[in-house]
């Protein structure tokens, strides 16, 4: 604690003497205070302000201040970031990330359902990945292991930026990872649906059966202490609905039963992760069940061959009447500083957007359970944002600075990545 | 009374106003068309009465009540819709890479979007037998399902059905091997019960505070009726309730040398009553042991079996159908889907066992109410009488000639298909691209019409000039 503080001091001291380099200082890390004066902010906040000549004031790692720049005076020993044509957005919000760690643990074989296992344990601090996504004005990410068999562990919550491992998280775990069907078919000699949804339910059914165990202990109902499980002990917070359940589907029959199982009879918070190909059918079925958030990609669109057409996937769910809609990059798949282009494929392909910009970064935010932290612009909120040329929608714009919990982490004018 | 009854018709016409869509009619009747109900004899032209999903009427004469919705089908046949009675089509995959998995249920792997129930529909199916391939020892569990649905829990009629067994060898094994796991299988089960009903006996006595004062082969023989369907595990649940009779079993026969062993291990472990014999095309040569015990059967995809005398070279063909109902056998008529002839229509089926020999009404039913009585389906579904669930197809004609088709099915008395309206149908028919060239042609002549009337008038634009100096010059001249 003493050490750090010392060099923040030092830092500070740095900063005061060479005050020219402070906005273009990367990996300087150092919490101060900033303040941007921009031509747009776009807030993505309940009511969907958007401000012209506006100005954001950071401050502790906080948003401290979102007005009209007519409104706010810059107060003294504020670093000013003056942008008159630039557009200041929040950091982006990634759902489906496999690349904040080290690359080489994707996931661990053990068995077809692998409670227990965490991501966690692969997250690495100042990774290429990480690096990478927040020139593209990424800031959180949920990192999850992969779909090679139907339950591969708990993800973590990170932001994509920090010295040690407790820098980076914000929660872990931050969700159990779900395979509901493609990919866990290659398992042993081979698996099909009927096996797997089976095996799946009993494993689901026996951390239930954990849950309720310490529920009833915790209620008074049996004086008898259950004994702790580490193998079981993580879905406790799955049931509460404390943490969701990201679960990789897609397909007619694999999204339907997915809100049939795990939705709708085990009463989990399912996000559906990639939600791709036809999936979009069963939009009457998610809506039925009101809380399920959709978070679609890799893959923007599907040729349908039985119309022979091609369908852009997010608008589909969005003319199906879903709305808790988000984009992902399921990076490194789609690398993870192209999340802005995968939202605007998805305009490309029929979506609106201001409903994808909204679908990087509040929906996703909603959809991580951290909308009181991030994936908007409002006071109190952590200080993550992406300073773009234009519209994060368009891609000719880029993004030319972002910053997390009030740290520079990116800036395009000492060196830019893409 | 009165202000609920005007709420809910705001209600339903609001709704209806959104949607701009009629409401299912509670009521359809059917008029004037010739009916074949399978049970009974044909109609010419009657009426049938469908309310509230279930048949109310048919006859000659039918009052229709004043709030039913009237379809005229003179000209059509009414039928009731087909069933299809063994198809693991719509799953996944036919099966598990497991010998035995009785634990598991097609409910999991069915998939509403699958085309082979559309197809079903196209082709008059209304109820379709969805159970596990042939690949295995013992299977998951069955169901019944309408082929149509958002999920499989709306499709399905009745859960539950079988459980599916093979006496034929799983790839990878002889029939040496197959039929020691089928053995493991159940004695595995008798064991686990012993067990469990000790277990159990000593549980209700503790109950009593008293301790076990019997043989542990009497406190078995005690425990065994103590036992409740919530003491068993899912590895055991669905053999015990085969044993109980609760669900059946369809065993696969590939060949004749299977039939035995299939019957032997029905026998044994108290399911026979309980048995349908699913059977390849060569299984038919054990029609005597398949008569001795009377049980029914489903027949091959493949109606016709062939057979190269191995010294003569002579081809020697056999009509299974023809066989099995010769044995006075119940057998139900599975249509081939893969097959690129005919074979995927079960009408076609029934219209082969007719040439064959098969009574008419004899192979109606084989498509209808035979697999409805071996599915224990048979009061609901079938035939059209009154009572049953309103599951009808019109057809343009006569179910076995081969130029009807399938002009609409009604499941529960729904509108499910309407030939009209299948998009698909009329692109694989090339329907769509001949009424587009159709289309083309009638512009191009009209724009060459256009074009001449066009080129006429303009001619005549041009004449008219001269006609008017024609009219001028005299006139100018007459000034």
Known sequence: MTINSTKRRLFSIVFALVPWVSASWVGAGEVGHLAFRVGKVITMDNKNLVLNNAVVLVSGGEIEKVGLARDIAIPEGYTLIDKPEHWLVPGLVEAHNHAAGSMGDLHDYVYLTNPGLRTLAALAPESENAKRGRAGGVTTALMISGSGNNLSGFGTLTKLAGKNVDEMLIRSPGCVKISQAGNPERYWYGVGRSFMYYNLRQTLEKALAYHRMWERYEKGETTKKPEFDLFWHDFREVFDREIISLIHTQWYQVVMSSVDMLAKKLKMRIVLGHSTFEAYKTAPLVIEQGDIYTSNGPRQIYFDRRQRKIMGNAARWWQGGVRKLGVNTDSPVVPQEELSFQAAMACHYGWRPYEALRGITRIPAETLTLENRVGSIEEGKDADLGLWTGDPIDPRCACELTVIDGRIVYDASVRREF | ?479
């Open chain 2, 1 to 479: 009374m009165n202000t609920k009854r005007i709420l809910l018709t705001c209600c339903l016409l609001g709704l209806g106003a959104a949607h701009s869509e009629a409401v299912p009619p509670a009521k359809v009747a059917f008029e004037g068309g010739r009916i074949i109900p399978v049970v009974g004899e044909e109609i010419a032209k009657g009426t049938l009465l469908i309310e509230h999903g279930k048949i109310t009427a048919v006859g000659k004469k039918v009052e229709i009540p004043y709030d039913a919705m009237v379809i005229d089908v003179s000209g059509k046949v009414l039928f009731p819709g087909m069933i299809s009675p063994h198809t693991w089509r719509g799953l996944d995959r036919p099966n598990e890479n497991l010998p035995v998995a009785p634990y598991l249920d097609v409910y999991d792997a069915i998939d509403p979007s699958s085309l082979s129930f559309e197809d079903a529909l196209r082709d008059g199916v209304l109820a379709v037998h969805v159970i596990q391939g042939n690949n295995c020892v013992i299977g998951g569990v069955s169901r019944v399902v309408r082929p149509i649905g958002r999920t499989p829990d709306e499709m399905t009629i009745k859960p539950s059905i079988a459980l599916k067994l093979s006496t034929s060898p799983k790839t990878g094994s002889e029939r040496m091997s197959q039929m020691a796991a089928m053995r493991e299988a159940f004695l595995e089960l008798a064991y686990y019960l012993e067990n469990l009903a000790e277990a159990r006996y000593e549980a209700e006595l503790k109950k009593e505070n008293k301790e076990v004062d019997v043989h542990p082969e009497e406190a078995r023989t005690r425990g065994r009726e103590l036992i409740r369907d919530e003491d068993l595990d899912d590895k055991h649940r669905n053999l015990v309730k085969l044993k109980d009779g609760r669900v059946d079993a369809w065993i696969y026969c590939g060949a004749a040398t299977d039939v035995a062993p299939a019957i032997e291990t029905a026998k044994r472990n108290g399911f026979l009553e309980h048995t349908v014999l699913v059977l390849g095309t060569e299984a038919y040569r054990a029609v005597k042991e398949l008569r001795a015990v009377g049980r029914p059967v489903v027949l091959p995809e493949v109606l016709v079996h062939q057979e190269r005398d191995p010294i003569t070279g002579e081809l020697n063909e056999t009509f299974i159908p023809k066989v099995i109902h010769d044995a006075g056998l119940l057998y139900a008529l599975q249509p081939n889907p893969s097959s690129s002839l005919a074979e995927r229509f079960l009408t076609y089926q029934a219209a082969r066992c007719v040439r064959h020999g098969i009574p008419r009404r004899a192979a109606l039913k084989a498509i209808t109410l035979n697999p409805a009585k071996i599915l224990g389906i048979d009061d609901q579904l079938g035939s059209l009488e009154v009572g049953k669930t309103g599951n009808v197809v019109i057809l343009s004609g006569d179910p076995l000639d081969f130029n009807t088709w399938v002009e609409k099915a009604y499941i529960d008395g729904i509108l499910a298909y309407d030939r009209a309206k299948d998009e698909r149908l009329k692109v694989l028919l090339g329907l769509k691209k001949r009424q587009r060239e159709k289309e083309k042609q009638e512009k191009d002549k009209q724009e060459e019409e256009e074009k001449k009337e066009t080129g006429e008038q303009e001619e005549k634009k041009e004449e008219e000039p001269s006609k008017k100096k024609s009219t001028q010059s005299p006139s100018g001249e007459n000034r």
